[in-house]
């Protein structure tokens, strides 16, 4: 993955990106990002990115200037495809952080700050509008870090070894948009509380059928929506089925019909 980030806030995305598994990765050959300061794409003596909004309003805008100047630059070497994140934009999921860790062109993060950015960024360069969720931060420098790290990580290698991004919770290979099973590590008790002694019985088949019915009944409790289109197995729905007959005492014995 390549990546650019435009923003006023370098020192931001560069403290995230210099640790960790973002730093791993760019070691592995996994990821490329380099950090443009827009205001170095400024042309007046006070390196101005912001201006008050036209028609008035509380706030200041990013100007348009020093950002079309810099993807200009940009758009000289490499084919780019341009993410602008904002809370105006689609929701990021699983599926895009995918998408995204297949993408072979650059990829440019322009992020916003202070009331937005001036309407002709979008008009004209037409980016992939992005947001974290229904909320509003100070800027886009976060939200562009997260839907990087969840991209990052799904990058052959990126993280050291292929399985650990392949099972976990929402990932398409193993539990395909379900939750994952829980984890547990020694000692094998803990407070009182015991391992559960299938994770001892070393009997691969048995663990693996036991962590599916998990993930099936953590899905069922914490986020029933992602059950709604899953092609499940008749065991399956049975077994959802009497999980919701006891917890919620439904007296309609098909989860397909729901009793929620
Ligand atoms: N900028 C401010 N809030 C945001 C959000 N929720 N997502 C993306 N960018 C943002």
Same mark, same amino acid.
């Given at each position: 993955?390549? $990546? ?8 931001? $995305? ?18 490329? #990002? ?30 348009? %200037?020093?950002?079309?100047?810099? @993807?200009? *630059? ?6 780019? !495809? ?6 105006? %934009? !689609? ?16 990829? @440019?993060? $322009? ?18 509008? @992005?947001? =974290?969720?229904?909320? #509003?931060?100070?800027?886009? *420098?976060?939200?562009?870090? #997260?839907? =990087? ?7 052959? %290698? ?30 094998? *008790?803990?407070?009182?509380?015991? #391992? ?38 008749? *065991? ?25």
């Amino acid at each position: 993955m390549r $990546i650019e980030v435009l923003t006023i806030f370098p020192e931001m $995305i560069k403290s995230v990106l210099e640790s960790s598994i973002m730093k791993k990765a760019q070691e592995r050959g996994c990821l490329e #990002v380099n950090v443009i300061n827009i205001r170095d794409y400024t042309e007046d003596k006070h390196r101005t990115v912001d201006d008050y909004p036209y028609g008035g309003g509380s706030g200041m805008l990013l100007k348009a %200037g020093p950002i079309f100047s810099a @993807v200009d *630059e940009l758009k000289k070497k490499d084919e780019l !495809r341009i993410l602008m994140t904002t809370p105006k %934009g !689609r929701v990021f999921n699983q599926d895009m952080a995918l998408d995204l860790s297949l993408e072979k062109k650059k990829i @440019v993060f $322009i992020c916003g700050h202070y009331e937005g950015i001036d309407e002709r960024v979008r008009i004209l360069l037409k980016p992939e509008e @992005v947001s =974290i969720g229904d909320y #509003v931060l100070t800027g886009g *420098e976060l939200a562009a870090l #997260v839907v =990087i790290d969840a991209s990052v990580r799904l990058i052959p %290698g990126a993280l050291g070894n292929d399985r650990s991004s392949a099972d976990d919770s929402f990932s398409g290979q193993i539990n395909t948009g379900l939750l994952e099973y829980p984890h547990y590590t020694r000692p094998a *008790e803990f407070r009182k509380l015991k #391992v559960p002694r299938m994770l001892l019985s070393g009997n691969h088949k048995k663990i693996a059928a036991w962590r599916r019915k998990r993930t099936l009944f953590n899905t069922l409790m914490k986020r029933p929506d992602l059950l709604e289109n899953l092609d499940l197995t008749a *065991e399956e729905a049975g077994f959802l089925n009497e999980i919701k007959t006891r917890k919620f005492g439904c007296k309609k014995r098909s989860y397909a019909n729901g009793c929620s």
